[in-house]
T-cell receptor, first 113, second 115 residues
Framework: SQQGEEDPQALSIQEGENATMNCSYKTSINNLQWYRQNSGRGLVHLIL?????REKHSGRLRVTLDTSKKSSSLLITASRAADTASYFC?????????????FGAGTRLAVHP | GAVVSQHPSRVICKSGTSVKIECRSLDFQATTMFWYRQFPKQSLMLMAT?????????EQGVEKDKFLINHASLTLSTLTVTSAHPEDSSFYIC???????????FGDGTRLSIL
């Protein structure tokens, strides 16, 4: 079953704008991860945020985690056409050592030049 | 670092054929490998988890006799779709993890088309 639910399902913006994607989940987690997938390709890991962390940054990416609301957000600042892809959150909610990920439905981001 | 190679990238074959997909971790030892299936414009669905030298753990609803998984070494796992039929057509993606609680690193996927 899908753990993460993401919104919006699709997002279309202009280059230079910021893009925000949200992810909600249902159970307690060990960590939450964000991945990117270009069309027809595999997934690229972006950021892992642990359950005791509230915010992490990596370049133009900012991820927040609110465990009380069971939600996370991914912010891409100053977007570029090359950021066009699908973005998935994935939760690791199993007992330690299982490391199984449950993926959300994803947000399809289109950045127009 | 952390490169995962998946081969082949695309397979087109006749119904009834068995297809083997390889997943290799090129620059690290993968204690665990995962196999996913993805339908168009949908998310990834975990099929099975494999640890080197032991039997794979399949998710509910995944036929273990249909999708044979072998994890013979710390750098190689294979998924064999046996007697494939058109409904098995999909995008199959593997991932590998070097240490527990670390990110999974994904291959580029295999698009399987059964005619």
């Amino acid at each position: 079953s899908q753990q993460g639910e993401e919104d919006p399902q699709a997002l279309s913006i202009q280059e230079g704008e910021n893009a925000t994607m949200n992810c909600s989940y249902k159970t307690s987690i060990n960590n939450l991860q964000w991945y990117r997938q270009n069309s027809g390709r595999g997934l690229v890991h972006l950021i892992l945020i642990r359950s005791n962390e509230r915010e992490k940054h990596s370049g133009r990416l900012r991820v927040t985690l609110d465990t009380s609301k069971k939600s996370s957000s991914l912010l891409i600042t100053a977007s570029r056409a090359a950021d066009t892809a699908s973005y998935f959150c994935a939760t690791d909610a199993f007992p330690a050592g299982y490391n199984k990920l449950i993926f959300g439905a994803g947000t399809r981001l289109a950045v127009h030049p | 670092g952390a490169v995962v190679s998946q081969h082949p990238s695309r397979v087109i074959c006749k119904s009834g054929t068995s297809v083997k997909i390889e997943c290799r971790s090129l620059d690290f030892q993968a204690t665990t490998m995962f196999w996913y299936r993805q339908f168009p414009k949908q998310s990834l669905m975990l099929m099975a988890t494999s640890n080197e030298g032991s039997k794979a753990t399949y998710e509910q609803g995944v036929e273990k006799d249909k999708f044979l998984i072998n994890h013979a070494s710390l750098t190689l796992s294979t998924l064999t779709v046996t007697s494939a039929h058109p409904e098995d057509s999909s995008f199959y993606i593997c991932s590998a993890m070097g240490q527990i609680n670390q990110p999974q690193h994904f291959g580029d996927g295999t698009r399987l088309s059964i005619l």
